[in-house]
T-cell receptor, first 114, second 111 residues
Framework: QQQVKQSPQSLIVQKGGISIINCAYENTAFDYFPWYQQFPGKGPALLIAIRPDVSEKKEGRFTISFNKSAKQFSLHIMDSQPGDSATYFCAASIPQGGSEKLVFGKGMKLTVNP | NAGVTQTPKFQVLKTGQSMTLQCAQDMNHNSMYWYRQDPGMGLRLIYYSASEGTTDKGEVPNGYNVSRLNKREFSLRLESAAPSQTSVYFC??????????FGPGTRLTVL
């Protein structure tokens, strides 16, 4: 019930294309769904996040779509650029002991070819 | 502001040796976390500290201990390192109702 399943594991797109990453969860106690971007040799950094009372959130070329009834959410990267080449993690947050715990998907390596 | 700092950046240990990974933050955040990252496994929570003076186990605590020294510092100790603990370790911090901010990581190899 604590798992977050992420797919695909890797993706190669051409510059200007659309990248789509999907995640699914089971635990309805999750109350916050962030996406993290990680470049090689660096720590993950927050890219965009959504709460379950919203079905879509857009920030620049990045959009999260959230389907509460299906327990699924996805990240869309429009007009993908070579600089977007990185590993992307979806996560789900659950309140715990006065703080929160994040459960991460296993990650997806995105390669954007010039 | 340095944000979240971790030391050392790299470390090689022999099986059975001990070491402490250090994490410090200057963001005045209450919560701090330790994760490990392994290929194809995502990030898994080892321990966390909701506030100064408290610590709790995460998903993979076996073989590790932690100390929340003060509000700024949260250390992770390996008492007797094993090859299975070869990983990249990340420290993270969080303010109330905010996201988690990650440090640059410590790459640990246990031979």
């Amino acid at each position: 019930q604590q798992q977050v399943k992420q797919s695909p594991q890797s993706l190669i797109v051409q510059k200007g294309g659309i990248s789509i990453i999907n995640c699914a969860y089971e635990n309805t106690a999750f109350d916050y769904f962030p996406w993290y971007q990680q470049f090689p040799g660096k720590g993950p950094a927050l890219l965009i996040a959504i709460r379950p009372d919203v079905s879509e959130k857009k920030e620049g070329r990045f959009t999260i779509s959230f389907n509460k009834s299906a327990k699924q959410f996805s990240l869309h990267i429009m007009d993908s650029q070579p600089g977007d080449s990185a590993t992307y993690f979806c996560a789900a947050s659950i309140p715990q002991g006065g703080s929160e715990k994040l459960v991460f998907g296993k990650g997806m390596k995105l390669t954007v070819n010039p | 502001n340095a944000g979240v700092t971790q030391t050392p950046k790299f470390q090689v240990l022999k099986t059975g040796q001990s070491m402490t990974l250090q994490c410090a933050q200057d963001m005045n955040h209450n919560s701090m976390y330790w994760y490990r990252q392994d290929p194809g496994m995502g990030l898994r929570l080892i321990y966390y500290s909701a506030s100064e003076g408290t610590t709790d186990k995460g998903e993979v605590p076996n073989g590790y201990n932690v100390s929340r020294l003060n509000k700024r510092e949260f250390s992770l100790r390996l008492e007797s390192a094993a090859p299975s603990q070869t990983s990249v370790y990340f420290c993270a911090t969080r303010a109330f109702a905010d996201t988690q901010y990650f440090g640059p990581g410590t790459r640990l190899t246990v031979l």
